[in-house]
DNA sequence: ATTAGCACTCGATTGTGATGAGTGCTAACA
DNA sequence: TGTTAGCACTCATCACAATCGAGTGCTAAT
């Protein structure tokens, strides 16, 4: 059988008025919906034709029907094709002063999550592969050296060490130099063996300060890169949804939204080399993660500067619109780009 | 009517009971509950007058009784008598590299959350009356300075700010000796207007840099003791008491704790000068938020080092274990103490 | 090919009675 | 005088039946 037009109209009728309401929709509904251009009864059999070919489930016998996810695959599929261009305007963006990169991802989720009434999730940049910009080291007390070390895309990470050996001033601004003229631009992979004997070589004296150094800056970009961070705004929203606020559902989807182990998958999910856009959509179980399975998630990769990357997320019912998240993610992303390149210059 | 003895172990029999089942308890249950030393009918009479005199409730006329919120606070007030002073052993503290308080804060919210299973809330240090420490002025790119602020209690700030002018090396080092010679040990407040003027004269040509620094220092400070920073962990947890995950209360209950602003009250409320001990508890209609009046709470005032001090809570439903989630509290705050002390050393 | 009409299905809602835990009260008892 | 046994009463809860109505599938007419 064919989908053909009439079929399609229906389909998206269907998906358009399930997602306003929540509830089965039936023939005279969409038989109204469509201004009675065609009646309820053939309605009635062009949606035993879509059930037969699997896009609209009947959750029993004499109820309305509702769009399976290969109905939303189709509908989401159809959204994606139509074209790109239209990058609408949106609010004054809020985070004039980009103190902290932290803050604004917290503040990004939190509007995300009421713009659009889902739960939105947002991940830190990840870390590894990026290139040492600036390190610098002081003495806040006299056993004590803070290490601040900037990575390109100026994202700043503390860190303070014990010293066993008094260094005085002199010596510390050498070490500074050091340190800053060897490793200026390099990954944290490229400091290799090599580097490090050589540095050690010119430290001289303070060779184990070399060392306790880059142990530290190594151990903070790991760790960091390991528990990667990951904000979430909204999750109460889903108890607007109620095919997902039943407790059982509620609780376990809470729960994921707290572990940030399980939503590390959705973040990785969304790095498909096939897919250019960046723009992942799952529905139901296409899901990575179990608890999600009644829900719809749509991710999209944003970019910060260089090869810094993270990624945003949405997550609602099935009958999520569609459109307007991934309208606003995509406006959302270039605003992002734009605020970060502005800050930039 | 006096509370005697025996009024008192029925109303605690009661309490204890109704914290296991979360059921209203009947008189048989508490006869038993004490083996049979008074029969059930002097029981009930005995409910009837803790009824009378407001300790329990009865839901409907044929049901057993629960506590009262005054009931609650009456038992919460013996055990608070208590003594204080079996500070048992807890587990091996797991933050052995307190490498940034904000990770260890949000391990620690995690910990409580599943150790007592109730939601855990702990907010980070207020830093307003913080001494300054120290202060690091580095360039990161031509037209780009990083500001490091450490204040006392090694808490570490970071903030970039663009400046006009071209500062070369030694210029910035003369800065730094400038801000630090200056600043050392001077609260926010104590920055006044005598001290700025005296560091911008001898600032020379540099003054529209000291400007900039200290309104950036003052802002990244103020902006952090504004939107203190509170994390929550096991909010899913209120689902395991059925009291507390009907829909309605269960939204609003995770919805506030989505919200930094409301939760500011229980951490503020914790600053009452009159109890001595740093530890709140919350019962019910006491709890200043609104959404929470079907909980209890308990918060406890931290102190790490010199007057860097926060607050940690818990929030669970009325009948939660109190004495545990007391003694947990105060062992976690020894912990925490002793954590940050051997950290100092 | 479309549509009107009708019998049918089945979840949701409402109503009813049985059940039982728990109470208050009274009278008997120590 | 305090304690207890006994009994009538209350009321939430549960199972079950009756009813309702939205929505369907099918057939026959257009």
């Given amino acids: 059988m064919e989908l053909d037009e009439r079929k399609v109209t229906i389909l998206k009728a269907i998906i358009r008025n399930y997602m306003d309401t929540g509830e089965p929709v039936g023939s005279r509904t969409i038989s109204k919906y469509v201004d009675n251009k065609w009646s309820s009864a053939t309605i009635r059999n062009e949606m035993s034709d879509l059930e037969e070919m699997g896009y609209i489930i009947q959750p029993h016998t004499s109820a309305g029907r509702i769009p399976s996810d290969k109905g939303y695959r189709f509908y989401v599929d159809q959204i994606l094709q139509e074209k790109n261009n239209e990058v609408s305007e949106m609010q004054e963006l809020m985070f004039r002063k980009v103190d902290r990169l932290e803050s604004v991802l917290k503040k990004l989720a939190k509007l995300l999550a009421n713009d659009t009434n889902y739960a939105a999730l947002i991940s830190g940049p990840k870390y590894h592969q990026n290139k040492l910009k600036f390190i610098q080291l002081s003495r806040v007390d006299r056993d004590k050296l803070l290490i601040v070390t900037v990575l390109e895309g100026n994202l700043i990470k503390n860190t303070i060490v014990n010293v066993a050996e008094e260094i005085d001033e002199e010596e510390l601004l050498n070490l500074n130099i050091l340190l800053n003229s060897n ?32 142990n530290q800056v190594a151990e903070v970009i790991r760790a960091d890169a390991e528990n990667l961070q990951i904000y979430t705004s909204g999750a109460t929203n889903i108890f607007k949804y109620p095919e997902l606020s039943d407790n059982q559902k509620a609780s376990e989807l809470l729960g994921t939204l707290e572990h940030t182990e399980l939503l590390q998958k959705l973040v990785n999910g969304a790095d498909d080399p096939e897919n250019n856009t960046g723009i992942q959509v799952y529905i139901g179980e296409e899901t990575p993660v179990q608890a999600m399975h009644d829900c719809s998630v749509i991710t999209a990769n944003y970019e910060l500067g260089e090869g810094i990357r993270g990624t945003i997320g949405i997550i609602g019912p099935k009958r999520m619109d569609y459109e307007k998240v991934l309208k606003t993610l995509r406006t959302l992303m270039t605003q992002l780009d734009a605020a970060f390149k502005k800050e930039e210059r």
Avoid at 207 to 212: E, I, M, P, Q
Wanted: proline share 3%.
């Fill in 183 to 214: 490793l200026n631009g390099l990954t944290v992979e490229e400091i290799n063996l090599e580097v490090i004997s050589r540095m050690k070589q010119q430290a001289g004296p303070h060779a184990g300060v070399v060392d306790l150094v880059l």
